[in-house]
């Protein structure tokens, strides 16, 4: 059985250019729940102004309901953002880093070893707490200011989160250039943490789902994924939209890989927010499902 992270709430809105409103959000993540996800990232406790999309954080997730066997977390990018994570009852957090000096310093305005030392007493407090810690490492493949980053550094840093405590790690194709050849080059490296490593595919270039289905052949089974291929990055240009939900959850139907996610679910949840929007989502089998649902 393969576990799918739901990363549209977050991930998703906060590239949207218009705010998208408190009672929408729930009614997204509502929908998304109920699909049957095990873990679903809702927001993000960054500085409103960097992210305004996600000012809300505070009010969606004292909103949330309930599901017996989901688990829900919040991007967090220092102490106050913990804090914040904490006051409102998350049980699991994420950090983010950079494989990509270059794109740590536009997104984070630091290096990523000063990335790492910061996280250390966010992981041992959280772990106080009793919260666990997800950590994202972007660039792990293509940096869009730097060109394709060396897969060394990609498991220096990934290694560097797992020694401090942190109990998954979140590979990223920001800029969704990784083709299979190289997402395997990098995990062959990483293959004796492969219980601790999740794969972030973005789409630019349409090979999403062929790096997943390669990162699946090698035994790697933890996959972040967007309802409807929501999504970007503001600190990468020219990145388009996560991988669709939707398109994972139907491969993985096909070949009779158990996902726990009800994909005519995921593709209603899209499209009632697609209707708020006021457009289509890029995700390729709910275009399909559209007419059916």
Not at 82 to 98: E, M
Not at 222 to 244: E, I
Request: hydrophobic share 40%.
């Amino acid at each position: 059985m393969i576990r799918l992270v739901e990363v549209g709430p977050r991930d998703g809105l906060q590239n949207e250019k218009e705010i998208v409103p408190v009672e929408v959000k729930l009614q997204f993540i509502e929908a998304l729940a109920r699909a049957g996800y095990q873990e679903i990232e809702a927001t993000s406790f960054v500085s409103p102004r960097w992210i305004p999309q996600l000012a809300d954080a505070e009010e969606v997730s004292h909103q949330l309901k309930p599901h017996d066997g989901l688990v829900y977390t919040a991007l967090i990018p220092n102490r106050k953002g913990l804090q914040r994570a904490l006051d409102c009852g998350y049980r699991r957090v994420a950090v983010f880093t950079a494989a990509s000096e270059a794109f740590s310093q536009k997104n984070t305005n630091r290096s990523i070893s000063q990335s790492l030392e910061e996280f250390a007493p966010l992981v041992e407090q959280a772990g106080q707490a009793g919260v666990s810690v997800r950590g994202y490492v972007s660039t792990a493949w293509w940096c869009p200011y730097a060109g394709r980053v060396d897969s060394d550094e990609t498991v220096k840093v990934a290694e560097a989160l797992i020694a401090m405590g942190i109990e998954e790690v979140s590979l990223g194709d920001t800029v969704g250039l990784a083709v299979p050849s190289q997402v395997e080059l990098t995990l062959e490296k990483l293959h004796h943490h492969r219980e601790k490593i999740a794969l972030h595919f973005h789409d630019t270039s349409g090979t999403a789902l062929a790096n997943v289905l390669r990162a699946y052949q090698m035994g790697f089974t933890v996959f972040d994924c967007s309802a409807g291929g929501l999504g970007g990055c503001p600190y990468a240009p020219g990145a388009s939209g996560n991988l669709a939900s939707e398109d994972i959850l139907y491969m993985f139907e096909q070949m009779g890989v158990t996902t726990g996610v009800d994909l005519r679910q995921v593709a209603r949840a899209s499209l009632q927010l697609a209707t708020h929007l006021g457009r289509k989502l890029p995700g390729r089998t709910l275009a399909r499902l559209q007419s059916q649902l």
